[in-house]
């Protein structure tokens, strides 16, 4: 099978690090480390290991600059065969449906039979894959944890539903899955095994050799716009409740209330 | 004279002279060893090299020590005393041994030097060796058999018991004993019978007890006892010889070159492959040992070596609180696969498989601590710690990393911490220092003589922030001159390199190195053992490095630094060594001086398990991230024999050791009536200021 | 604004689901000149019962009843939606997993723009929609702005749009199953396979009861069982629980543990140790209840009460049930 995984370089913001630049326009990003978006990783494990045991080849691609690099080095590194890296001035700013435009000329630029990407990234939008699907006029399933490969029409998945069940689904080839966190156990990937890769030839395409109108991507073409970052007013640690216990009881029941905590 | 019975050598069976049998079975009992010998030898010649060629007098002084003088054994006190019996009978009857075979084919043998006066003295040391190896034996069989000491158990997962196989040898060094005494003793009591000089027999051996009780019998049986006993013990000797090289027992001929052979130095790693430098790591094209030939050759030996005795899996913390590891089915399993790739008959396997995943399960692996209590037990010098590391170099090549050590790898490799945390916060323990007390940033290009390493846990941790001001004030106190690195500080990838993750403890590793050349230091003092022994023993050209407790030794000793009495007795205190300082470091006694120099103040041990017997608090570094298989945590293990002690206060010199331990007494229930404390939490109350 | 304003109804076995409340309050505060419509697609006879209830608070339900749409399958609603809804339209979503299914390509497929998980509105000044969303797990808001002339869908994150109950609206509820048509999908929908009973799956649940340390003993879980389960809440815990097998691994929060992104976290006698905090994401609304007014979580929490557990948290069970 010909697979096409989309990955996406993003700030590792697992220690509570984004802060908002004091103008707003961006997150400050001087101290910030990048990787790839967990996502996304689950979903070039999942690639890999379906062509393992059907066959084919995993390519990985990326929208960004020479910064991206790093990250489709790592995902060949853990055993991705090809690379692809899309790159292009008139790509910045896109708005998701951007993104997915741009996403839908590589892959028509290929012959992939499943195209997969994560779930969601760093601004949780959870959109590209949906888009890309809907560009494509292929079928999609969003938050898949579970791949069975069938015949080679068409595939078994499961997607993960509220209360923890699993929708079991049957769907066609090809076709584009968004991939939910905790599908598999991805491979460690260590400075080791980037250094064997460390001299792979990867692609670069601009827009026009993608064939994309510039003018339907980047900040040209976006829809939804972001006016700033805010972060918004939040209390120095707990807000102490006193009274009685009774009294604090009911406070914290309407608190509770209207966050949502009762069902 | 004739002599009072005919001489194996002289004696015939049915016509044939028995010389031809004499000699045929010493023939084709070395001929078939010889065999098995270079078949056992085989695996070794494919393996990975092992410099051990080196430091010969250190060399010859471990095996006077721990080979000849049989030195760890009598850490467990009744096994270890029976066997040195029966090592030194062994030994004493090595002579005897050689002389009977020989006297199969040439009549009255006797080795060179053994005639006369030597000679007499030599019979009767080895009639007395051989009576009390024979009653060691059967006391060796009772306590198999009847007590069945927990540390022989073999658990079901590593298949059928041992005692079998323990029973036969046993069952054979008594056949040899008794044969030998009662080829002796059946012809003294011809001799005697015929009226002829007599051999003497030293009383209460065995060959006296059965000259007694043949004094009655005829000389045709006589006859028939004394070449029946010959021929058994001839086939026998042999027999044990060939058996030997099949199981546990190879330790009877390996043990000598394992010891010769085994590691001198403690808490370093094996290089990744030796004979390659670190600089050239990149053009190896597998790391680690995934398969058999993967071992080094001395590994393969300490495989062949392991005399079964259990005595590193009763230390073994890991086994102690049930995780899937055992260091001695470690070498047995590998021992048993070995003779699987390597068949005495039959062809060679062409290819070996993966060790993980046949005879080791991936938790097997990762269940290690390293704390080396194992090998610090082990009578034959076996080593673990680095095979252990190997093996674990073999999945990380492989990317069979465990998920819940990948995420603290990653942040290691972005943020030089586990956690991910921003490298500028590594300072930020620096503002609860307090008054009086100036911690100097290399980073900022301060200067000064001693660097004072924090290390990633002391830094981040909330708890562990306070060590390390504590230790700031120490310092200061004892007039030290002292800076951080601060930002420019990475962890030292001590746990980084004993999980396998080579690449990345030598990119910390460089970057330290770096840093630390920079500052220009004169010497480098830490608190955490792990730091210690990283900078130590795996990194090099760095400023020699210190523990915090012989500073705080040095500081009182020359007056620079005063502590104030303690609460005189109120509390019991007891010193829990951790393992980087005690076992792989030998610095067991200045953190003991470093607490007693507090007046007044009461400490107990935990005798039998302090020291270089200290029970491990279930680990450090990576080993806090990974979610082992237990049945309960190390360190409730330790803190009940704090207890037991009659400890009300433990005091660690790890931040590790601190961690777990304070958990574990939350964990145990003993909040309240348990306390934990760093030493130089402690000694940072007692100055006097 | 003259466009017509949709929401897309979520029920199962005849039951709203309460998005449905909030999907309203949400279009009214929006358009508050629109009245919004009500979209319900099923089969069977519960579907009307869903149906009626809507009709209680949107004034106009549109339904759609057909066998293949039995089961909501986003790619089949898809092509539904896109049939039936006027161009140039608003709809509403749930941010659920069913409306990061059908969202984002149903918004391609009409040409309109998407804004998915909408935490807050800011605003609508002609055709220019200000809302607000989270970005890197709810660490950093972004205030965006977009053109909803050529129509708009909107998915809205559970829980931060009061939901309307008054239920006064008396609508209408119109049978439109005729304009859906031959439904067919690539995607066939097999089965749900059920979590297992008692494999309980604490980070993907909403509301966390977590204990800690403080309840001393584990004769004294019941105590936050009890809470938890008037809360419609499930039990979590720190790691020294485990440790000390009060529970099982499966429910421990933290770096060693879990990784949980509730909306409301209940955190039990629990110090707040930042191991223990690093599982825990996302921007929960964190109450602390500790006997120790100086233990770390305090520093964290939203809401601090200073009590013994065991003494507080019985009370507040009580006085749950009584206010249900």
Known sequence: MEILVCVKRVPDSAENEIEVKGDGSDIKRDDLVYSVNEWDNYAVEEAIQIVDRSGGSVTVVTIGSEDSEEVVRREMAMGANNGLMLVDPAFEGSDGRGIAAILKAAVQKGTYDLVLCGAQADDGAAQVGGMLAALLDWPYASLVNKIEVQDGKKIKIGREIEGGNQEINEIELPCVLSIQTGINEPRYVGIRGIRKVASVEIPVLNAAALGVDAAAVGKAGARVKRLDYFVPQAGAGAEMLQGSTDEIAAKLIDLLKAKGGLK | MQPALVSPASASFLGIPAVFIYILIPLIGIGVFAYIMRRRIEPLLKAAPDHRFTRYPERVRAVLKIWLAQWRHPRYLLAGILHIVVFFGFLTLAARSTQLVILGFVD?????????????????????????????????????????????????????????????????????????????????????????????????????????????????????????????????????????????????????????????????????????????????????????????????????????????????????????????????????????????????????????????????????????????????????????????????????????????????EKRGNPWGKLEKKRVDWIAGVGEGCRVKLFEKGEAAETLYFVDSITSYDDRMQKVAQATARILCAAGVDFGVLGKDEKDSGHEVRRFGEEMLFQTLKEQNTEAIKAAEVKRIVTADPHAYNALEKDYSGLPPVQHISEVIVDAVRSGRLTLTPGDNGSKTYTYHDPCYLGRHNALYDLPRQAIDAIPGIRRAEMTGDCRDRSFCCGGGGLMLFYEPEEEQRMGVVRVKMAQEAGADVIITACPFCLVNIEDAIKVAGLEGRMEAIDLCELIDRHIQR | MAAQVFAFILHKDGQADDSALELVAAAKKIFPDASPIAIVAGAGAGLETVCREAAASYKEVWKFANDALAYPNAEVIRPLLLKVLPKGCVLLLPHTTFGMDLGPGLAIKMDAVFVPDVVAFDGLDGATLKVVRQEFNGQASTHLACDISKGALLSLRSGCFAPEESRSAAGQVVDKSAEAGGLSARRRFVEVVQAEVGDVDITKEDVLVSVGRGFGDKENLPIAEDLAKTMGAVVSCSRPVVDAKWLDKGRQVGTSGKTVKPKVYLALGISGSFQHMGGLKGNPFIVAVNKNPKAPIFQVANVGVVADVLEFVPELTEKIKEAK
């Not at chain 2, 018991?161 to 069952?171: F, K, Q, R, S, W």
């Not at chain 2, 001799?191 to 019998?217: E, I, K, S, V």
């Not at chain 2, 073994?316 to 995780?323: S, T």
Request: aromatic share 12%.
């Open chain 2, 108 to 412: 009255g043998f006797s080795l060179p030097g053994f005639g006369g006066a030597f000679g007499h003295f030599y019979s009767a040391a080895k009639d007395y060796a051989g009576t009390a190896v024979f009653g060691s034996a059967v006391i060796l069989a009772v306590r198999r058999l009847a007590f069945k000491p927990a540390r022989y158990d073999v658990p079901e997962r590593y298949g059928k018991d041992h005692t079998p196989e323990a029973i036969l040898v046993l069952g054979l060094i008594c056949t040899l004993l008794v044969s030998e005494s009662l080829f002796d003793a059946s012809l003294v009591a011809a001799q005697a019978a015929a009226g002829q000089p007599a051999h003497w027999l030293p009383p209460l051996t065995l060959g006296w007890f059965f000259r007694h009780l043949l004094a009655g019998a005829s000389t045709a049986a006589l006859q028939g006892i004394h070449l029946a006993a010959y021929t058994i013990h001839d086939l026998t000797f042999f027999f044990f010889l060939c058996f030997l090289p099949m199981g546990k027992h190879f330790h009877v001929i390996t043990s000598i070159f394992n010891v010769f052979f085994m590691r001198l130095d403690h808490g370093n790693v094996k290089p990744v492959r030796h004979g390659v430098d670190e600089s050239k790591l990149d053009e190896l094209k597998s790391f680690g040992v995934k398969t058999f030939e993967d071992f080094t050759w001395k590994h393969m030996l300490d495989f062949y070596s392991c005399a079964d005795c259990g005595r590193c899996s009763d230390r073994c913390p890991a086994n102690r609180v049930k995780r899937p590891l055992s260091p001695r089915f470690i070498s047995i399993k590998a021992r048993d696969c070995c003779f699987k790739l390597y068949p005495l008959w039959g062809r060679t396997q062409e290819e070996s498989k993966a060790l993980i995943g046949s005879i080791y399960s991936e938790d097997e692996i990762w269940s290690c601590t390293t704390c080396g209590a194992c090998e610090q037990e082990c009578p034959l010098g076996i080593e673990y710690i680095d095979k252990m590391v190997d093996l674990r170099r073999g999945m990380v090549d492989e990317g069979m990393v465990p998920q819940s050590l990948q995420k603290p790898l990653s942040a290691l």
